[in-house]
T-cell receptor, first 114, second 112 residues
Framework: DAMVIQNPRYQVTQFGKPVTLSCSQTLNHNVMYWYQQKSSQAPKLLFH???????NEADTPDNFQSRRPNTSFCFLDIRSPGLGDAAMYLC?????????????FGEGSRLTVL | SQQGEEDPQALSIQEGENATMNCSYK?????LQWYRQNSGRGLVHLIL?????REKHSGRLRVTLDTSKKSSSLLITASRAADTASYFCANSRTGTASKLTFGTGTRLQVTL
């Protein structure tokens, strides 16, 4: 059974049109992450939540926002997508952070910007 | 960049051969983790090795860690076509409790 579920799997948007990607988890994990992965590159951490505490990476553009309304759900909002934002967006969870254990990933949401 | 480097970037072997991938990182770590990613899919955790461990095994996987050289290796023995995927190392840096930073990855192709 899928434990980290991302929707949609594929999203096509127009330049500048806002997009929201969602992630839900059935693991009751404390930490949720959003990574951006461009073609043939390493996943790059955008931000993460430890419970309700939001942690933004210093180089994450302001165009990217996130919400975590409850333990199970986390959203990635891209306010004005540019061509350079086309990528796979990966959601992951961990019980207590990467220093104590593994991350569990969803299947990803692939974003295309026209 | 705090990203780790992996070597080689791409590796092509025949079924039954062993595959070795190397990973280097830059700072002190809590642990180092290896993940696998099939094309267009999410990442799947393979193995975690803590900073006070030197070697770990899981099935056909063997991971080593040398903290003095800031390097790790992943060995896949008796490879199968189904092992074809990208493999990433990732480190949890000391002082950054929740974060995991990924290396550049090795693309493994196993042919029949």
């Amino acid at each position: 059974d899928a434990m980290v579920i991302q929707n949609p799997r594929y999203q096509v948007t127009q330049f500048g049109k806002p997009v929201t990607l969602s992630c839900s988890q059935t693991l009751n994990h404390n930490v949720m992450y959003w990574y951006q992965q461009k073609s043939s590159q390493a996943p790059k951490l955008l931000f993460h939540y430890y419970d309700k505490d939001f942690n933004n990476e210093a180089d994450t553009p302001d165009n990217f926002q996130s919400r975590r309304p409850n333990t199970s759900f986390c959203f990635l909002d891209i306010r004005s997508p540019g061509l350079g934002d086309a990528a796979m967006y990966l959601c992951a969870t961990s019980w207590d952070g990467a220093n104590t254990g593994e991350l569990f990933f969803g299947e990803g949401s692939r974003l295309t910007v026209l | 960049s705090q990203q780790g480097e992996e070597d080689p970037q791409a590796l092509s072997i025949q079924e039954g051969e062993n595959a070795t991938m190397n990973c280097s990182y830059k700072t002190s770590i809590n642990n180092l983790q290896w993940y696998r990613q099939n094309s267009g899919r999410g990442l799947v955790h393979l193995i975690l090795i803590r900073s006070n461990e030197r070697e770990k095994h899981s099935g056909r996987l063997r991971v080593t860690l040398d903290t003095s050289k800031k390097s790790s290796s992943l060995l896949i023995t008796a490879s199968r076509a189904a092992d074809t995927a990208s493999y990433f190392c990732a480190n949890s840096r000391t002082g950054t409790a929740s974060k995991l930073t990924f290396g550049t990855g090795t693309r493994l192709q196993v042919t029949l």
